[in-house]
């Protein structure tokens, strides 16, 4: 997992081994710093949610509302909350130039 927060927005990037992961219920997590921890994870709830508590940033997304990660588009899911923007999509690594 990848994570870039940028101009009130958190970018998070996923490879396929951590997608498929949370839709069986798991959760991927990364150290940002030395002192805070980003987990993102798959919920039954109808609404996505960020959350921050000492050290730790949550991100909980509906497993009905994530899409499938296309060619063309890698995005997963994608919402705003407390004046972020919140954007989860496919890690496609780097392309060949």
Do not use: C, N
């Amino acid at each position: 997992m990848k994570v870039r927060l940028a101009d009130g927005e958190m970018r998070v990037r996923l490879s396929t081994v951590e997608i498929a992961g949370l839709l069986e219920g798991g959760e991927a997590t990364v150290a940002v710093g030395d002192t805070v921890l980003v987990a993102v994870r798959t919920t039954d709830d109808a609404e996505a949610r960020l959350t921050a508590d000492l050290g730790r940033i949550s991100i909980d997304l509906p497993r009905s509302k994530m899409q499938s990660p296309g060619p063309d588009g890698p995005l997963i899911h994608q919402f705003s909350e407390q004046g972020a923007a919140v954007v989860v999509e496919l890690d496609l690594g780097r392309r060949p130039r």
